[in-house]
């Protein structure tokens, strides 16, 4: 049962694989068996939340031998988001019309890929797990075959590799240091151990998942890859591959080492206010409307990092409340991007309203979730930082919208509409989170409250 | 021992890194597959113990090395030999798509127009 999601995947795309994704009716599989699988997810994740974590150990081995799988409400919540992003993106694609017969499959197999990410117990099963994602994201990074599109593509793999290498010299450090792999035994463990070896192994790990959420030192790849890859992929990477580094960043800094994370907090808030202003001031200046998104993306991850590193029920929460609506906010922003004609400038203006935190879309109680942890960590420079974001952000993309919906007005033939009604719907959802947002204000909480001091 | 793995690791980790940053897209795999390398190797090195095979029925009295390290690495050979194989193909795709010699393409001077997805280009020939 707490396979299901997985298994669905995983043999969906093993039995597509051999089709040519490019004919409607291979898409249109997808899309089902994608479907199943994110309505298995709900159910599972339903169970999760109302009576308390489900585990199995794979292969029937004893307890502290065999791989540990593990739903609880922090995995639930990242794969509910990020898988939604996917099927949104598939569709969206399938009704746009696939380009490349290898779309499907690998969007199958990156589902995969997050489903185990998100549900293992174990570091080095998450390192597979993590690459089972990666790899099936170098394959879609190169749709569209254009030059600009390898080049994105080229330049996404090799920095992302390098980010693999430098995750698994952390994974083995911690191995190395604990003598397990298990996560729980990690946590344990890892207090008796001197504090010194445990924070180079933390830099590694903060490295490597940095480098994923491309957060400010770690950006150079991000302007690049999502102002050049498909609007749709620009979409997936940014809004469902990217939520691998704000999960593991809570799941391996707040969950196994909670010391490290502490010590290094002031850091991480440095670090986070750092990437907004940057990404936010470069947002600014950017010309075309996906560069404009591109850079808004480094700075609304630094949000994420800023709220970590207040740390606590409040920060983590908002941590994972804001990596949710983000999330939303770019998937609907980039495949807005990617259409043109009537209903697209609405939805995009929905989301753009979103992300600068304007009520009653959902960004707004992002913002308010922000707000409450800057005012937990009692420091007035934080709460100028996220009402100065939130200003140039609306600055930026009202800057975009008057560029490119009120100076060319149906130049292009417009898009299919039912690609269009999708997206206008995924805004709609936007400003329904922000309208009702008790669901998503407790699935935070109690994904926070799966963390050591995010009781 | 350790001092040498050391060694062969760092070096191994910094032609790795040198390589990568090649224009040369075939030097670059090269440093990715020297990258990959250095971190079977690390693994290894973090699980070095001193003893008999690993393997069962086990003289009493006696340590044994660690096995699950054997396990690791050979599940990071071939996760490595998976994402060298998509790279390589990406290259491919790069060289039939005549961008100049090999070579990652310059970064276009006028950032690049939305897409717009109206008539999918049907390309059934390729790919």
């Known amino acids: 049962m707490l396979l299901l999601p997985l298994a669905i995947t995983w043999f ?52 502290g031998i065999g791989i540990r799988i593990r739903a609880d409400a922090l995995g639930m919540a990242f794969a509910l988001i990020s898988v939604g992003v996917l099927l949104a993106a598939l569709a969206y694609e399938v009704l746009g019309g696939v380009h490349e017969r290898t779309l499907p499959e690998s969007l199958l ?24 994602a990666m790899i099936s994201s170098f394959a879609l990074a190169s749709y569209g075959k254009e030059t600009r599109h390898l080049r994105a593509a080229l330049t996404f793999t090799v ?20 003598g397990t792999l298990d996560m729980e035994v990690v946590s344990q463990r ?19 998942f940095g480098l994923k959420l491309g957060i400010f030192p770690f950006h150079s790849w991000v302007p690049v890859v999502y102002r050049d890859t498909w609007p749709a992929i620009a979409a997936v990477l940014s809004a469902a591959l990217a939520n691998i580094g704000s999960y593991g960043l809570l799941r391996f800094g707040a969950g196994l080492m909670p010391r490290e994370l502490d010590l290094t907090a002031q850091g991480l808030i440095l670090i986070g206010s750092m990437s907004i202003l940057y990404g936010a001031f470069q947002a600014v200046g950017a010309r075309s409307a996906s560069g404009v998104i591109a850079w808004s993306a480094i700075g609304q991850v630094g949000y994420i990092l800023v709220a970590i590193g207040i740390g606590g029920p409040v920060g983590f929460a908002a941590a994972i409340l804001y990596t949710i609506i983000n999330a ?21 203006a929905l989301a753009a309203f979103s992300v600068a935190g304007v009520p009653p879309s959902a960004g707004f109680f992002g913002k308010v979730a922000l707000f409450r942890a800057g005012v937990t960590a009692d420091s007035t420079a934080l709460l100028v930082l996220i009402v100065l974001g939130g200003a140039l952000s609306l600055l930026y993309l009202f800057l975009l919208y008057q560029r490119d919906y009120w100076s060319h007005p149906a130049e292009v033939p417009p898009s299919p509409l039912p690609a269009r009604i999708l997206v206008l719907a995924l805004a709609a959802g936007v400003v329904l989170l922000g309208l009702w947002p008790e669901p998503l204000l407790a699935l935070s909480a109690k994904a926070a409250a799966v963390l050591p001091g995010g009781g | 021992m350790n001092l040498v793995l050391a060694l062969v690791i760092s070096v191994l980790f ?42 069962y029925p086990l003289p009493p009295g006696q340590t044994v090395s660690d096995p699950l390290v054997q396990a690791l690495v050979l599940t990071a050979i071939v996760i490595g030999f998976g994402t060298v194989a998509i790279l390589l193909g990406l290259i491919y795709r790069a060289s039939t798509a005549r ?29």
């Open chain 2, 99 to 127: 961008l100049p010699a090999g070579e990652i393409p310059a970064e276009p001077t006028e950032p690049a127009e939305p897409v717009a997805v109206t008539e999918p280009p049907v390309d059934r020939g390729a790919g």
């Open chain 1, 190 to 208: 890892v207090s008796g151990v001197p504090a010194g070896s445990v924070l180079l192994i933390a830099v590694l790990i903060f490295v490597a």
């Open chain 2, 14 to 55: 910094g032609s790795g890194a040198f390589l990568l940053l090649k224009r040369d897209l075939i030097r670059m795999v090269g440093g990715v597959i020297l990258l990959s390398n250095a971190a079977n190797l690390f693994i290894v090195s973090a699980g070095l113990s001193r003893g008999r095979e690993p393997i």
């Open chain 1, 328 to 348: 939303l906010n770019k998937l609907v922003l980039f495949l807005a991007v990617g259409l043109r004609g009537w209903l697209v400038g609405a939805a995009f």
């Open chain 1, 12 to 63: 969906g795309a093993l039995a597509l694989t051999p089709f040519d994704g490019r004919r409607r009716a291979i898409g249109l599989a997808a899309v089902g068996i994608l479907a199943a699988a994110y309505l298995a997810l709900g159910w599972l994740a339903f169970q999760v939340l109302t009576s308390g974590p489900i585990e199995m150990i794979a292969g029937n081995w004893g307890p």
């Open chain 1, 159 to 178: 920095v992302n590799l390098l980010g693999s290498v430098v995750f698994l010299a952390g994974i083995v450090g911690l191995y190395h240091v604990t």
């Open chain 1, 109 to 132: 197999f990156m589902a995969t890929g997050l489903f185990g990410v998100f549900m293992t117990a174990d570091i080095f099963n998450f390192y597979v797990f993590f690459e089972i």
